[in-house]
């Protein structure tokens, strides 16, 4: 009970924050709601002074509320669904996947980027924006301002992509197929590749590539297991090196808890009115925690340092971009 008094008032400090900003999120989808939270999070970091008694229930918010969130994420993957339409994709979804990762970790060298913040752009980038950057940080160990800006690079790219990529498609002359395959696979953020699907059908009336985008971007999401785990076995490698570290302090095993939500879901054929709820408030509960790290982040130092890893989200963005559409036009889907 102690424990809890003391956490409370940070947690419902964020939860006050998370619930504007969740619905804001729907309201501008190709903004979302994790990015009104980090947002409104550093205004008020900049404007109350006193803020102890929000300290620990904040950073419990950031740490715990964050892993929560991606476990319930695992209640949104039906496996065998995703397999089964996501085949096609899959070559597509390995090429920008790696060459996302290849710009970032090459980058981070030649622009002495920290390689955390590198780690988590070319994550973001390659694999599903927000939800990515939220399950490989505790894994990594970035800390909250590292988060922080990781999200703000993702976002831009996010709006620029979702604006730009329907017109884009039009020009190139992408069929409805290839548009659906485009957007699920270059756009960063789920919200902004519904977004960008939404505007094509728009522009494209009975082209219905909403749904093919969202089974692509569903199967990009699948790559946080292997490289999530990848970069922890990474981790307890190199620190059990340098020092004597507990594995069970280090390894994620909330990414074991999100596996075993997804397989729960597969074998169980969990009906929509049972995950729907859980994959909702999976997603507040990452605005409550992205609520946590804009308060814990410094806006001043966050501007200051932001041109480099700018700079390396349009490279990840870019390259991922060209690759998926080189793929297409090799495999005959343009």
């Known amino acids: 009970m102690k424990k809890l008094k003391e956490l409370l008032p940070g947690l419902l400090f964020c939860a006050a924050i998370a619930v504007p900003s969740y619905f804001l999120g729907l309201a501008l989808p190709v903004v979302g709601g994790p990015v009104f939270a980090i947002l409104i999070g550093m205004v008020l970091a900049l404007i109350l002074k006193k803020r102890d008694a929000l300290s620990r229930g904040v950073t419990f918010t950031s740490k715990k ?3 929560l969130a991606v476990v319930l994420l695992g209640f949104g993957m039906n496996l065998s669904a995703i397999a089964k ?3 096609q994709s899959l070559p597509i979804i390995l090429s920008t996947i790696s060459i996302s990762l290849i710009v970032a970790f090459l980058l981070c060298k030649a ?3 920290p390689s955390r913040i590198a780690t988590l752009i070319g994550v973001g980038s390659s694999i599903c924006g927000g939800s990515a950057i939220a ?3 505790p894994v990594i160990g970035a800390d909250d301002e590292e988060v922080a800006q990781s999200i703000s690079v993702i976002f831009l790219f996010n709006i620029i992509a979702a604006l730009l990529f329907p017109t884009l498609g039009g020009l190139l002359g992408l069929s409805d197929t290839g548009f659906g395959l ?3 696979t270059a756009v960063n953020d789920t919200s902004s590749v519904t977004a960008a699907a939404t505007a094509w059908d728009g522009l494209h009336p009975g082209a219905n ?3 093919a985008a969202t089974i692509v971007k569903l199967t990009r999401t699948l790559a946080i297991i292997p490289i999530t785990l990848v970069l922890a076995l990474w981790r307890t490698k190199k620190e059990k090196s340098a020092a004597r570290v507990s594995l069970r302090k280090i390894f994620p095993f909330f990414i074991l808890f999100f596996v075993l939500a997804a397989v729960v879901t597969t074998v169980f054929s969990l009906p929509a009115s049972v995950t729907g709820p859980l994959k909702e408030a999976s997603k507040f509960f990452i605005v409550m925690a992205m609520a946590a ?3 814990n982040t410094d806006l001043v130092k966050l501007i200051k340092t932001g041109g480099k890893p700018i700079l390396l989200g349009l490279c990840c963005w870019g ?3 060209g690759v998926s559409l080189a793929m297409q036009h090799m495999l005959g889907i343009w």
Do not use: K, P
């Open 182 to 184: 485009f957007a699920g």
């Open 85 to 87: 339409v996501g085949a």
């Open 209 to 211: 590539t909403l749904d």
């Open 135 to 137: 399950a490989t940080a």
């Open 293 to 295: 790290i804009g308060f």
């Open 111 to 113: 622009l002495r980027i």
């Open 319 to 321: 390259a991922i971009t």
């Open 65 to 67: 509320v964050l892993q």
